[in-house]
């Protein structure tokens, strides 16, 4: 009984944004991890360490949080993801200055469309979106010049972040593996001006190619998936600052207690590959690398053709070098249309 009822709520809900999805609990998973990618970008545009401004359109937690490389239903599903984050660092470079002693905290709301087709390809299942972010953003850091501050920022604001698209996202299954291939595309769309002390685009390009698998077992409702990317960054022209080369992972442990309540131990790992170069990238290669973990649940308050769910998590770095250390709340909505 619990097996065929994991099954039919599995294949109701579909997968998020990096593979959010744990077989419909899934599909929620799926599309929130491209969309999670997405809102780092956005809101930590002047705010951590390793590349240009500390940060870069990896957001540590968000490739990934139930079945992520289920494939979901196909039709059209919404998206609201919800993103919280504060944090500290000693100094970064942010719009071409080094600024010291910087304290942030973001809250940024996106939403996300995403369609999957009937047909198949290649054997396989497909789907492809876009996400736009709105964000409120605050600030306070020193601006330093030869070891000496001076001038100081304590500003806040709300704007439109930068669109991230998710041109083809492909899906594999056999018995209890499931696989999933995308490429994230990040696009300087969003509001930025090299001199605003808050930026809400990172006026580069970013593409990353994620690849994703799941192991569900829907015998007992455990669940294992993990999600490893590769970010590829432009320079951004105004700063002349290339952000290095990034790897992460995202690792998910998951239990389904009956067909609409989950709960979860998520993690990931980061680390730039390459060092930052160009004539902007003045505090040296600051090549970036941290590691987090925390507990997740997710509720689904009805099944059926049209599905809908709502996960909640927490992530907390245990290390973080050239990062801010930092901490991540995550509370997504997701609506699974009937095609």
Known sequence: MYKSKVKQFLFATDSLL????????????????YL?????LIFFQGTLLAAEGGSSNYLPGNYGEYAVAIAPEPGWSYLNFNSFYSGKLNRAVLQG???IGIDTSSFFNTSALIYSPDEKILGG???AGAFIPIGYVTLDSNIEVNNSTILSANVHESNVGDISLMPFSWYSSTDNWHFNIY????APTG???????INFSRNYWSFDTVFALTNLNLDNGREFSLAAGFMVNTENNDTQ????????????????FSETFAVGLHFYLYKQV??????????GDFKGESYGAGPSLLWVPWVGKQSFSITATWLHDFYASNRIESDYALITLVWQMDE
């Open 125 to 127: 299942s497909f789907s």
């Open 97 to 99: 200055n080094v600024n």
């Open 241 to 256: 600052y290339r952000t290095g080369n990034e790897f992460h992972v995202d690792g998910m442990f998951n239990q389904f």
């Open 18 to 33: 990096q593979g959010l999805s744990i077989c419909r609990i899934c599909w929620y998973g799926a599309y929130r991890l």
């Open 183 to 186: 490429e994230f595309i990040i």
């Open 191 to 197: 509001s930025y001006d090299i001199d605003n002390d």
């Open 274 to 283: 390459n060092a930052d170069s160009g004539s902007g990238a003045i505090l």
């Open 36 to 40: 999670l990618a997405f809102l780092y």
